[in-house]
């Protein structure tokens, strides 16, 4: 059971499972509970695999259809105009799905919810972050740490230590960088935030999380100093080049990068690559880089929801209740490879039960990913500019203008 304390004062998060037999909040409009159910995403994830263990355990099994960046996101709501919405998708936690859910289009889990905390399955502090105008939608898959991974071979053969502090790790990079391997993974476009977050974080999580609800201003002296920070990162040489549209895990199978900051999801990519966790990749906590009380991790949660006027609105819920419960959890983290968020669950490798005793035993502070935690109007333009920041190396003042300019519009319309 890990502890997490959420940006803007949110609880300890104990994430679990949902076992729960209710529906959402409004009656279901009846249809079978058992059978075939259609499936949206937009993961890179086995799916197949395991629709059939939820077939034999619940007589359900999925058909999946994968989609990518913002087609996948124009494909979701335009299927909510055609009334052919899915009967199970994959969404984020954010402004987006509080669109969704102010639209009434995507079905309420309150119910669910209400019966996991009460049963104490799932702490208050996951359920706010499905919560819209005091109810909630759509239901958890997983409850991700951001950590580094790195590969274990580049490492062993410069003798490498896992670094424990940001001085540490700057020191890695340079012996990395010495030796002609690039340390960091880095990347534009919807994974061009990672390392702002990272250092911005690392530095000061209070700024970190003033910027998301818009106490802070992206121009303020101390963001600046960390986008020179970044800046000094990159002309050191210390990251890959960000156009480059290849996956972190398969740069980093080829050793052209050294370490890639990532959700624990990261271990299923890392076995698409052909890597094993402990043989060939592993995974250490960022240190803070700033030395403070905790150390900061960023927490990723992956929503599925279930469309309201679906005809497969009755087995969408099923399945997502028992994909919550200790029984959907145990096979999907087995496969995964990840940490389950149910107590109930055993971490499915000896990494990641090592992962688990060390976030229990230490001093970790848990906020909420940038992707999320920045409403979608800001976040839209902020990757386009972080992006450019990243291919045209120099003075972030500009780039951080046009992100508060974006900030500035949405929070004078709340």
């Not at 590969?151 to 700057?170: A, G, I």
């Not at 688990?356 to 920045?374: P, Q, S």
Request: charge should be neutral; include cysteine.
């Amino acid at each position: 059971m890990r502890a997490r304390t959420f940006m803007a004062g949110l609880a300890t998060v104990v994430a679990t499972a949902l076992v729960a037999t209710a529906c959402g909040g409004k009656s279901d409009t009846g249809g079978a509970t058992t059978g075939e159910l259609g499936f949206a995403h937009n993961k890179p994830w086995n799916f197949d695999a395991f629709s059939k263990v939820s077939k034999q355990d619940i007589g359900i099994s999925l058909k999946s259809t994968q989609y990518s960046g913002d087609p996948y996101r124009a494909f979701i709501r335009q299927s909510f105009r055609t009334k052919e919405s899915p009967g199970l998708f994959t969404w984020e936690v954010s402004t987006a799905l509080d669109e969704l859910a102010e639209q009434g289009v995507i079905a309420e889990t309150t119910d669910l919810w209400t019966e996991a905390v009460d049963k104490g399955y799932v702490t208050d502090a996951v359920r706010q972050l499905y919560t819209v105008n005091g109810k909630q939608y759509c239901t958890p898959i997983s409850v991700d740490d951001w950590v580094m991974f790195y590969n274990k071979s580049v490492f062993t053969k410069y003798n490498l230590k896992v670094p424990t502090t940001w001085d540490q790790l700057m020191q890695v990079a340079a012996t990395l960088k010495q030796h002609g391997v690039t340390p960091f993974w880095n990347q534009t476009k919807n994974f061009s935030f990672v390392w702002f977050q990272t250092l911005l974080a690392g530095t000061d999580l209070q700024l970190y999380n003033d910027l998301s609800t818009g106490k802070a201003k992206y121009t303020d002296p101390r963001v600046v100093a960390v986008m020179n920070s970044w800046l000094d990162l990159q002309k050191k040489g210390y990251f890959n080049d960000p156009g480059q549209t290849d996956f972190a895990r398969d740069l980093m199978r080829e050793g052209k990068i050294a370490m890639a900051p990532e959700g624990t999801w990261f271990t299923a990519d890392a076995a698409l690559a052909g890597m094993t966790m402990g043989k060939d990749v592993d995974m250490f906590v960022i240190p803070a880089v700033k030395p403070g009380a905790a150390t900061p991790i960023a927490i990723e949660t992956a929503p599925v929801c279930v469309g309201e006027s679906s005809k497969q609105k009755a087995l969408g819920l099923k399945f997502s209740q028992w994909w919550m419960s200790p029984q959907g959890q145990q096979p999907w983290v087995k496969q995964q490879g990840n940490m389950p968020f149910t107590p109930d669950a055993e971490a499915p490798t000896p990494q990641m039960t090592t992962l688990k005793t060390t976030l229990a035993a230490g001093k970790y502070e848990y906020y909420n990913r940038y992707f999320e935690a920045t409403p979608v109007p800001i976040r839209t333009v902020a990757l386009e500019q972080f992006s450019a920041f990243l291919t045209n190396r120099g003075d972030p003042m500009q780039y951080l203008q046009a992100i508060q300019a974006a900030a500035d519009e949405y929070w004078a319309g709340r």
